[in-house]
């Protein structure tokens, strides 16, 4: 499941495709949707159907609150120290596509970061046992408004990213300064180039995000590895940070 999308918006009129790939005694990989003729259409709606946006919230955030990771090291494992290896069947969740379609209400619409609620938008999603899995295209940008409201922050706050139900793995988090966004449609996006974020995973299943250095206006992508109760997949989501 792939983590990391351009920032750049795409062309007007993008249309989420799906690619499905069912697994029997070894998980197949997920299918390119070239590769695929045919979708679901109701996993395919299922999987679009989150809000078109979401309110953000302004919030001012300690810096105090979250200490700064204090070495560039990108952890990769989960919380919890026992992950559920393949094909091993997870007490509680079905298996297959029926089990995945009835299992989605497990992914939350939104995520919170500081105390800004942005939209979250699914790409791959799957069982855990790896009974079934699921990709759709997201447009880069999407959820992000011209009139986004920030979290504003000190130089190098950590700032909280988590999402209701959800234990996040790890999370690329980039930025480019708010002023070379452009929007064309319901999409933003920018061709400057993104600076990566430092980030570290928390105890509860949530992940630390270090804002900028450098004073300034920020637009900031992430493109998060989640797991709930049965699901596990990525996705992308979008908000906005100034640095005081």
Known sequence: MSSSRPLAWSAAGLVAVLALAACTATPAPIVPPSAVPSATAAVATALSSSPSSVPSAFATVDPSAEPVPTDSSQPTNP????????????????IGMAALLADLRE????????????????????MRDGSYVADTTIPAGIGLSPSEIAVVVGPGAGIVLRGAGLILIRVDAQVVPWSTVIFSGDLGGSSATPVDLPWRLRSDGSISVSAPMAPGDYMVSFHPLWRSACLEGDGSAYSRIKVL
Do not use: K, N, Y
Not at 85 to 94: D, E, Q, S
């Open 79 to 94: 919380p919890d120290p026992t992950p559920t290896p393949r094909g091993t069947p997870i007490p509680g969740c079905g």
């Open 107 to 126: 992914i939350p619409a939104s995520l919170h970061f500081g105390g800004a609620t942005i939209e979250f938008r699914t790409a791959s999603v799957g």
